[in-house]
């Protein structure tokens, strides 16, 4: 029985992966900010409508670095969302910055950003993000890290509006985000830095990789030094990582970037197919409206965490396998600093009964089949 796992990475032509290798060899450069990694910058930052690229050796150093472009420091605080892949909130612990989650929007899934008239802002029903701001014990955030989760982006005009009446920087993981436009512009185009995964799972990959998007080009050159060991002209100036990438993994980005429009559109054709069977038996995320559908995830709502078990214990039974993504809620591992965190009942319900499903190019209609009869049976 063939198995069918949550995701399956997409393979490029081998021949055309082969030709690039070819000027590898030929041109005896394999990193260090090679042609093939600035042809691939060059190439990205057209396909996306951004001005400022920088590709790096994954998607979890682009937000360290984007903590140190930001101006963020140790004992600082970060304002982010407990729903999201723990690298989010890694990262931030990581560089000893302390995150503050705020709980998420029931329907979009992303992080709460309501903002309210400034006269409601003490009454009882102010939002979310600001009361968090407003306490005593939250007063050195310095920074917003909104996740623009499973693609679906955050209010962008909103948070825009909470960053600079509170003199904040946005920071987006938008690690899903890969083609997403809100009101036909890119939504990298938003917030003081994006960054982006391009790890194996995603639908664009470099097999490994990621990068981060700047509003402000001179972050991009600052950028390009730190993740070289903080090298200006071979001179350590500032300080510095090794967050480079390969030609090699430029070569297969380039491939994979030749194909995307096949790629959106198979993932399209599979994501519209499992709607039109489901959307009558379970609850979905609310996209937003102003955005176009990347088709990267096929998450579902389960009543419960029972019904959601019981689901995925038919689907391994017959060799399925899907992905409780995210979970658990990120607010509740022991291993972060809650101390100062509210609870985020929203989050840990979704968390406990959210599933996706096998969602990749290829995926045959009659695998899709066997996965919705074993939904609904």
């Known amino acids: 029985m063939q198995r069918i796992n949550v995701n399956k990475p997409y393979l490029p032509d081998k021949n055309k992966y082969f030709k690039y290798l070819d000027k590898i060899w030929e041109n ?5 900010f090679g042609p093939l990694s600035l042809e691939l910058e060059n190439r990205l930052c057209e396909f996306l409508g951004v001005d400022n690229i920088l590709f790096l050796a994954n998607g979890t150093l682009a937000l360290q670095v984007a903590y140190k472009l930001a101006g963020l420091k140790a004992k600082d605080k970060i304002l982010t969302t407990p729903f999201s892949f ?12 302390e995150p503050i989650f705020c709980d998420i929007n029931a329907k979009s899934l992303c992080i709460d950003e309501i903002l309210l008239d400034s006269m409601l802002t003490k009454s009882s029903v102010e939002s979310k993000i ?9 007063h050195n955030i310095k920074a917003i890290l909104p996740v623009h989760t499973f693609g679906n982006t955050c209010d962008l005009e909103k948070l825009e509006q909470i960053a600079k009446k509170h003199h904040l ?9 890969f083609g997403v436009k809100y009101k036909n512009k890119s939504v990298f185009s938003y917030g003081d830095i994006s960054t982006i995964s391009f790890h194996a799972t995603k639908i664009f990959h470099s097999i490994e990789g990621g990068a981060i998007i700047f509003r402000d080009k001179s972050l991009k ?6 993740i070289n060991f903080g090298l200006k002209n071979n001179m350590p100036e500032v300080l510095g990582i090794n967050a480079k990438n390969s030609e090699f993994h430029a070569a297969m980005g380039l491939c994979v970037l030749d194909d995307m429009h096949y790629i959106l559109e198979d993932r399209k054709r599979v994501w519209e197919y499992y709607f039109k069977h489901l959307k009558d038996i379970f609850e979905f995320q609310i996209l937003n409206p102003n955005i176009n559908n990347n088709y990267h995830y096929f998450p579902i709502l389960c009543e419960s965490e029972e019904s959601l078990l019981e689901k995925i214990r038919i689907l391994n039974s017959n060799n399925i396998f899907p992905r ?3 979970y658990p809620s990120l607010d509740t591992l022991s291993f972060y600093n809650k101390s100062n965190a509210k609870s985020c009942k929203i989050s840990q319900d979704i968390a406990s009964r959210i599933l996706c499903l096998p969602i990749y190019v290829g995926l045959e209609q009659e695998s899709q089949d066997k996965i919705i009869k074993c939904l609904i049976s």
């Open 86 to 97: 723990v690298a989010t909130t890694d990262t931030v612990m990581w560089e000893n910055i």
């Open 28 to 32: 005896n450069h394999l990193t260090n």
């Open 130 to 138: 600001e009361s968090n701001i407003d306490s005593q014990i939250t």
């Open 169 to 177: 920087k946005i920071i987006y993981d938008a690690a899903h985000a």
């Open 221 to 226: 050159d600052e950028a390009k030094s730190i």
């Open 324 to 326: 409780r993504y995210f």
